[in-house]
C-alpha cells in the first residue's frame, strides 16, 4: 500500500505544479544564459586575437629596443675611438716638437694624419648609423627601398623613375 501512496503524492495536483515551477524556472535560466551566449558571440575569440597581437607588439617593442640599444653601443664606440685619436694627435703635437730630424717628423706626421683620418670614418660611422634612430623609419619604408633599388638594377633607369614616381 505504501508503493501506491508514493505514486498518488507524485502525480497530485500540488506535485504538477510544483514540478512545472521548477521547469517553468529552469527554461528561463536557460533563456538567460542563452542570450548571454548571443550577446557575447564572439569575443572570446577576438579575445584571443587581440591577446596574440599584443604578444606580437611586445615582442617587437623588445627587438626595437635591442636594436636601439646596439645602435647606442656602436655610437659609444666610436666616440671612444675619436677621444683616443684625438689623445694620440695630442701626444704626437707635443713629439713633433722635439724631433730631431726628417724622418721623424714624417713619421710623426703621417701618424697625424691617420688619425685624422680615423676621426673622420668614426663620425661618418656615427652619422651613418643615427637616421634610422632619429627618424624611427618602419619596415615599410624600407621595403619601398629595396623595390626601387631592386627596380634600378633590374631595369632601365626610366623604369626607375616611373616606380618613384608612384
Known amino acids: 500500500m505504501s508503493k501506491t501512496k508514493k505514486t498518488e503524492n507524485n502525480y497530485s495536483p500540488t506535485m504538477i505544479s510544483d514540478k512545472l515551477e521548477v521547469l517553468y524556472d529552469l527554461q528561463n535560466v536557460d533563456s538567460q544564459i542563452d542570450k548571454v551566449r548571443v550577446l557575447r ?43 683616443e685619436a684625438n689623445v694620440l694627435i695630442k701626444k704626437y703635437e707635443t713629439q713633433q716638437m722635439k724631433v730631431r730630424n726628417n724622418r721623424e717628423f714624417d713619421a710623426i706626421n703621417k701618424e697625424m694624419e691617420f688619425q685624422g683620418l680615423e676621426i ?32 634600378l638594377r633590374l631595369c632601365s633607369f626610366e623604369a626607375w623613375i616611373e616606380a618613384a614616381e608612384i
Open 41 to 83: 558571440g564572439e569575443l572570446p575569440l577576438e579575445v584571443e586575437d587581440l591577446e596574440a597581437e599584443i604578444k606580437k607588439l611586445n615582442d617587437r617593442l623588445g627587438k626595437q629596443s635591442d636594436v636601439e640599444s646596439e645602435l647606442n653601443n656602436f655610437i659609444s664606440q666610436q666616440q671612444n675611438k675619436i677621444e
Open 120 to 151: 673622420e670614418l668614426a663620425n661618418k660611422k656615427i652619422n651613418a648609423s643615427l637616421p634610422p634612430i632619429e627618424s624611427g623609419k618602419s619596415r615599410p619604408e624600407l621595403k619601398i627601398k629595396r623595390d626601387y633599388s631592386s627596380a
